[in-house]
């Protein structure tokens, strides 16, 4: 079948196992070099400044996990959408989205910088598995990791393929109709939310940044969280995410945590609260498919019902999965993980003094690339010296020391430019 089709054909493994391709597919992720940096790279706080925070591998480890179980209930393969989740920041550098930025910055002559652009580079040509197809995942595989299905646009911050991956990207992409996400993206995508949102918010209150006592106490606080939302994640209104705000403030599972002290019954409720909050954000997304679809809400891998616009005898026939159908997720849940994520954003990543280590962090990366382009080959790593060697113009070479340094962990990134710059 097309979805299980890798670009270069592998002979057959028959090891007695009867793994599917796409389990062979999530192993690939699991084992590769990249998936274990994510351990030492940024997600909210710098990766190592506290032994409880999450890294942006535990991130992805929780990301797989409620999309295995989002899609497993939707019909989806659950190996796909799990390589999804723990695929889906490979390609993010140092310092997190700071980083992706900084990167961003420096790179315009070779076409800017995305994570899920450069994703899409590491699963398919930069991580070390097979020759010129780097991990060589099945298309399926591939397609569910691409968060933004187009190549980079004017006016348009996100994408997900460099021009010199278009070809694989064509491949990868045969048979989707334009920029339509096939729905183990969009369950993926949702479930990264899901996550990020979430469990950014534990780990502000348990960090003592984020404090609901005094989101409760303080009307223009609330105000100002609302603006930030409506500014930053959301097209929803400051006011209508004023009334969401109210009721989500109210709900039982968050209440206890206005009080929050540190203690094990306070990091009990806080563990509660969060697996109350992800348990509702996806079950309310998979019902509501289902319902769109018409499957039954208790039914687990039935076939897939019209949309209430179309005739049934137009309906596709087959389980909710890859172009079949579309994830919904109510207007009113999507509003409550945008206030979440702006808790995360307003209390943590702007918090006083940390803009100071944020521009560090941008002057790092920007002048990684400035030293390691004067000193390549010989300063890249044995597995970019080459491709360095190899590339046509000036353009090709920078983007392999953008891939040089986007491939290094928060420590190393601190240690290349110190050791390169005596910074």
């Known amino acids: 079948m097309i979805e299980a089709e890798r670009f270069v054909p592998e002979p057959r493994k028959d090891t007695g196992h009867g793994r599917s391709p796409f389990e062979r597919d999530r192993a690939r992720v699991l084992h590769s070099a990249a998936f274990r940096r994510l351990a030492a790279k940024t997600q909210v706080h710098t990766a190592g400044s506290d032994d409880f925070l999450r890294t942006r591998l535990t991130h992805s480890l929780e990301v797989a996990q409620i999309a295995r179980e989002m899609g497993a209930r939707l019909g989806c393969d659950p190996d796909v959408v799990d390589v999804a989740g723990l695929a889906h920041d490979l390609g993010h550098p140092p310092f997190g989205h700071n980083g992706e930025d900084a990167l961003d910055a420096v790179a315009q002559e070779c076409g800017g910088f995305e994570g899920n652009a450069q994703t899409l580079r ?97 009307a223009g606080e609330r105000a100002a969280l609302c603006a930030d939302v409506a500014a930053t994640y959301s097209a929803e209104t400051p006011g209508d995410l004023a009334e969401v705000l109210t009721d989500l403030l109210a709900d039982p599972a968050l209440a206890p945590l206005a009080g929050y002290d540190g203690s094990y019954r306070a990091q009990a409720a806080l563990k509660g609260a969060t697996s109350v909050q992800i348990g509702r954000f996806v079950a309310t997304a998979v019902e509501a498919t289902k319902a769109e679809y018409e499957i039954p809400p208790d039914a687990v891998r039935l076939v897939a019902g019209p949309r209430r616009d179309e005739q049934p005898e137009k309906a596709s026939v087959g389980p909710l999965r890859r172009y079949a159908a579309d994830l919904v997720v109510p207007r009113l849940i999507r509003a409550q993980c945008a206030l979440l994520k702006g808790m995360a954003l307003r209390y943590v990543m702007r918090r006083e003094g940390a803009e100071l280590w944020y521009e560090r962090q941008r002057e790092i990366l920007t002048d990684l690339v400035g030293a390691l382009a004067t000193r390549a080959p010989e300063g890249l790593d044995p597995i970019f010296a080459p491709l360095w060697k190899a590339a046509p113009d000036d353009a090709s070479r920078l983007r392999v020391v953008i891939d040089q340094v986007a491939s290094l962990t928060d420590p190393a990134a601190v240690a290349w430019h110190q050791r390169l710059t005596g910074g």
Request: charged share 30%; glycine share 10%; net charge negative.
């Open 122 to 218: 590491v699963l398919t040509r930069l991580e070390a598995k097979v020759d010129g197809a780097g991990l060589n995942l099945t298309r399926a595989s591939l397609d569910a990791t691409c968060k933004y299905p187009w190549p980079r646009a004017e006016g348009r911050r996100k994408f997900g393929v460099y021009a010199d991956d278009a070809e694989i990207f064509a491949w990868v992409r045969e048979g989707a109709a334009g920029a339509a996400r096939c729905l183990e993206a969009q369950v993926m995508d949702w479930a990264d939310d899901v996550a990020y949102s979430v469990h950014d918010v534990e780990d502000g209150v348990f960090g003592g940044y984020i404090a609901f006592g005094r989101l409760l106490a303080d």
